[in-house]
């Protein structure tokens, strides 16, 4: 096993290695099969690995392999060192899952672009560094594909850097991950000092032993390291770059800026569960952040025209969902959304990068509409998708959303107001995909005659893709069927909360989180009362909740279609009515613009006095000084250069004789 | 070693060295060289530098200065040039005054010195011999003795290189006026 | 007498001193380079003697050794030398060293 655990992140780099070194000598086929092919390779090593942790016993399922000592110095000890438990298994199949097909979707619809190897070789460049984050036993190994990934997400946001707006966007979301990559960093720096070492395993253990007297300290941490995942996962209020991240071709939209990249933040907070659960007001505060992001990006996604911007809202609004789950304290809901969500969000991504493919590049829904009749598969598997993110049975989102939902009231740290939020954003969220896909897909066609005579289904390579992905959003909830349902139809003890019962050894069992809860605050003095209130076993109400859920989501659906296919133009009706509203969610809250007056404006005014002030005068003084300083001193001593070699020689002499007379006194 | 034979000897080679310095013609200043060099010579031998003397009189005044004069004959320059008429006037006086400092620190430093040898060392009887400087160079002087093999390797490619036409006539066709390159 | 006492050292250094001085002297004066390069050749037989006869007086014999060392520098100096002269006379036809200065600063 040890054997080949590191071959899993080696193979995309192998992949990167020979796409930039001879890509652009290969036939494009074999380019993009190569690309394919390592990142298939990793996907099957994964598996592998993954059958074997299920092999092993549910306590001792995790595999450490230290490749190599990397830093080394005094009292600092970093390994390059690989840990694959549950956690991480399910994050590299993932990963290397979706991000296969995505790779084969990406055959087909980057065909065309001249920068073809230098496309595959940054998607596996991201590949190599999602791995390497995901598989990392300490948080520096950690760091090193954290700050991988966003640099291969700039590169891929710009990856059409002629176009400005594209390299624009590229700055704006490096810019805005280097700010949370600052608390991610300190974060680390912060833990080193408490801790005295990065790995996982010794940090860990050392706040599982003393949760009380710690508590403090790693409340610190913890924040710190909840900065780095909201600019990575963007949340508020870091979320701003992921939107703009549309420019870059729909495949890195969906690999990156959806699938997977986006997700690094929810596993690194799932991964350092303990100190969370040491720290319950870093607790709340994620999933605070959590829960507003949700409801925010949800409304905003309401009245966005651009295809990929409402999927990207969508994905700003579910990656809240998971930091909410997160946050009441229940991580394996997070993560087990993270995984459907995977799977629905890169289907309705590349769904949306067919219709944009067939509409030649328009990605304004108010020019689409009725494509279904052109575009079937892409059709129904978006369906899939949508009815997916919606939480309608049976498909994969409505167990995810629907055990986040429950979570964020049952879990050790739940509370009313996050079941609120939960529900609130879910019926927001089956209204804007109904919307979203009853715009594209139904009613009246709005396209220009050119773009209908173009109209056509895309090739096999990225249809098949559609309909793999598909399958998978529809299956994946199976995985984790609540106790509640299970109980209810008689199901075997394996298929109840298989997913959770396998992620358990990795984030923790609810009477461990209690039992952290509890130690942190010293007691009950506080009031964790309820943690104990066995909430989590009361069926009926679980059930009730699950249908209000329901209803609500349906409701909102049908809604959609009223709205946007029986009466065309109530939505602008509505609209007219309520311009205000409508305004501001347009120009989403005017963030945008609060950050550019309060940020970049003054920014740019200290950069421009530094500029003027500073850097003119100070530093290029000292430089252009020194400069003048030695051309004087050279015109002074050129006189000595005078070309004859005589003169040289009479100097050497001379030197010679001082040299001798003051050996000689 | 007696004051006679050492003046005598040692004037030859003075004088021919004054030669070299002040003869007009370059060839005839090579042959005061050679002069000077067997001068030097035999006063290696009457310091039982047996080995040396031979060396001096079969490289230096035998193939250093046959180099030197076949590049002479190559180049073929008239002897033009004044011999002690630079273009730089005062070089003359530099060149004196420099000669005569360095002149004055040596009879100065022997001048004052009271610890200086002033009579031969007693020398067991094969001094000087080929076996002994054999053994002196190839037991305690061997590394140096390598290094020197490779700066010959260096001059002798670096000579080669320098003197390879190819590389160096800026003119390709047509000699320059004068020139004779060959 | 005079002329059947034993020559000290010091003889020796000054002789070795005159030549040499004569030897940089020459050098300084004189515009033809290989005169010049003859020069040198006579400074580093100064040296030479110099070394034979501390090695004579000391009675070690390594002195001579350096000697050795010395001639194959100098031969060394004397191929690549002449290999420059030959190489700057073929491109300027001329080796007046005072037309060699375009090094001038």
């Given at each position: 096993m040890r054997a080949y655990l590191w071959l899993i992140p080696l193979l995309p780099l192998l992949g990167v290695l020979i796409n930039a070194w001879f890509g652009h000598r290969l036939p494009r086929r074999v380019s993009g099969a190569v690309a394919c092919l390592v990142v298939f390779g990793s996907f099957v090593l994964g598996v592998a690995a993954l059958i074997r942790l299920i092999g092993m016993p549910p306590g001792q399922r995790i595999i450490y392999h230290k490749l190599f000592p990397w830093i080394s110095t005094g009292g600092f000890e970093s390994a390059v060192a690989l840990m694959y438990d549950p956690l991480s298994a399910v994050m590299v199949c993932v990963v290397t899952g979706v991000g296969f097909l995505i790779h084969v979707y990406s055959l087909g619809y980057m065909a065309h672009d001249p920068r073809y190897p230098r496309f595959f070789a940054y998607m596996n460049l991201f590949t190599f560094a999602m791995l390497m984050l995901v598989l990392a036993d300490n948080f520096l190994l950690m760091f090193v594909g954290w700050e991988g990934v966003g640099l291969c997400s700039y590169l891929l946001i710009g990856?059409?850097?002629?176009?400005k707006s594209a390299s624009d966007a590229g700055m704006k979301a490096f810019i805005v991950n280097r700010v949370g990559d600052f608390g991610f960093l300190l974060g680390m720096m912060f833990i080193f000092a408490v801790f005295g070492s990065l790995r996982f395993h010794d940090v860990f253990k050392q706040v599982a032993a003393d949760p009380a007297t710690l508590t403090l300290t790693v409340t610190g941490i913890c924040l710190l390291l909840f900065v780095g995942a909201t600019g990575k996962s963007a949340q508020i209020p870091l979320y701003v770059w992921l939107p703009d991240a549309m420019e870059g071709p729909t495949p890195v939209s969906a690999l990156i800026h959806a699938a997977t990249m986006v997700t690094a933040g929810v596993y690194m907070v799932a991964r350092c569960w303990i100190m969370f659960l040491n720290a319950p007001l870093a607790l709340t505060v994620v999933a605070c952040i959590g829960a507003l992001t949700a409801l925010f990006a949800a409304t905003i996604a309401l009245v966005q025209n651009d295809i990929k911007r409402v999927l990207a809202y969508s994905t700003i609004s579910q990656l809240g969902y998971m930091f909410m789950a997160c946050g009441a304290g229940v991580f394996a809901a997070g993560v087990f959304h993270l995984m459907t969500h995977a799977f629905f969000k890169a289907l309705l991504f590349l769904g949306a990068g067919s219709v944009m493919h067939a509409m030649s590049d328009d990605t304004d829904i108010r020019r689409m509409g009725g494509l279904m009749k052109w575009l079937p598969v892409t059709g129904v598997t978006f369906w899939v998708g949508t009815l997916a993110i919606s939480g309608i049975p049976p498909f994969s989102g409505f167990f995810s959303k629907d055990e986040i939902i429950w979570s964020s009231l049952a879990g050790p740290m739940g509370s009313w107001v996050f079941w609120v939020f939960g529900v609130v954003t879910a019926a927001l969220t089956a209204f804007y995909m109904a919307r979203l896909t009853f715009k594209v897909f139904h009613g009246q066609p709005r396209m220009s005659g050119e773009q209908k005579h173009h109209l056509h289904e895309s090739p096999p390579s990225m249809a098949w893709v559609l309909i793999l992905l598909a399958v998978g959003a529809s299956l994946a909830g199976f995985l984790n069927i609540p106790p509640a349902i299970a109980h209810l139809l008689h199901l075997p003890e394996r298929w109840t909360a298989a997913f959770t019962n396998f992620l358990e050894p990795s984030v923790g069992t609810h009477e461990q989180a209690v039992y952290l809860l509890e130690a942190s605050v010293g007691g009950s003095q506080i009031g964790f009362?309820?943690?104990?209130?066995?909430?989590?076993?009361n069926a009926a109400l679980e059930f009730g909740l699950m249908g209000i859920t329901l209803a609500l989501a349906a409701g909102a659906i049908l809604t959609g279609r009223w709205m946007y296919v029986s009466r065309p133009g109530t939505g602008t009706a509505l609209a007219r009515k309520l311009p205000f509203l409508f305004r501001t969610l347009q120009n989403k809250y005017y963030l945008d613009e609060f950050y550019k007056a309060v940020i970049v404006r003054p920014g740019m005014a200290l950069g421009n006095a530094l500029w003027r002030g500073f850097d003119v005068l100070v530093i290029e003084g000292i430089v252009n000084g020194i400069a003048i300083a030695t051309a004087i001193i050279s015109r002074l001593f050129r006189v000595f250069q005078t070309g004859y070699v005589r003169n040289y020689a009479a100097g050497i002499l001379a030197g010679a004789i001082l040299i001798i007379w003051v050996l000689m006194r | 070693m007696t004051w006679l034979t050492f003046l005598i000897v040692s004037g030859i080679a003075v004088i021919f060295a004054g030669g070299l310095i002040f003869s007009r013609n370059a060839v005839h200043g090579a042959m005061c060289l050679v002069a000077s060099f067997c001068a030097i010579a035999t006063l290696f031998l009457l310091l039982s530098a047996e080995f040396i003397f031979v060396v001096q009189i079969a490289v230096y005044a035998g193939a250093i200065m046959v180099l030197f004069l076949f590049v002479m004959m190559l180049l073929n320059v008239q002897g033009q040039e004044g011999a002690l008429a630079g273009r730089a006037p005062g070089q003359l006086l530099v060149a004196l005054a420099l000669g005569a400092a360095l002149l004055g620190q040596a009879v100065w430093l022997v001048a004052r010195g009271g610890e200086i040898i002033s009579r031969p060392a007693r020398i067991p009887a094969g001094f000087g011999s080929p076996e002994d400087i054999g053994t002196a160079l190839f037991t305690r002087n061997l590394l140096p003795f390598e290094i020197t093999s490779l700066v010959l390797l260096a001059a002798m490619a670096g000579a080669v290189v320098l003197a390879r036409k190819a590389g160096l006539s800026p003119k390709p066709n047509g000699a320059p006026a004068g020139g004779k390159p060959e | 007498m005079i002329w059947n006492a034993t020559v000290p050292f010091g003889a020796w250094a000054v002789l070795s001193g005159l030549l040499f001085t004569m030897g940089a002297a020459g050098f300084l004066v004189r515009r033809d380079p290989i005169v010049m390069f003859m020069c040198i050749e006579l400074m580093l037989n100064a040296g030479n003697l110099l070394f034979v006869a501390a090695a004579r007086y000391l009675g070690v014999v390594d002195g001579q050794v350096y000697v050795f060392f010395v001639m194959t520098v100098a031969a060394a100096e004397v191929a690549v030398g002449l290999a420059i002269i030959v190489a700057i006379f073929r491109r300027k036809t001329t080796i007046d060293v005072d037309e060699m200065s375009e090094m001038r600063g």
């Open positions: 990856f059409w850097f002629e176009r009362a309820k943690l104990a209130h066995g909430l989590q076993h | - | -």
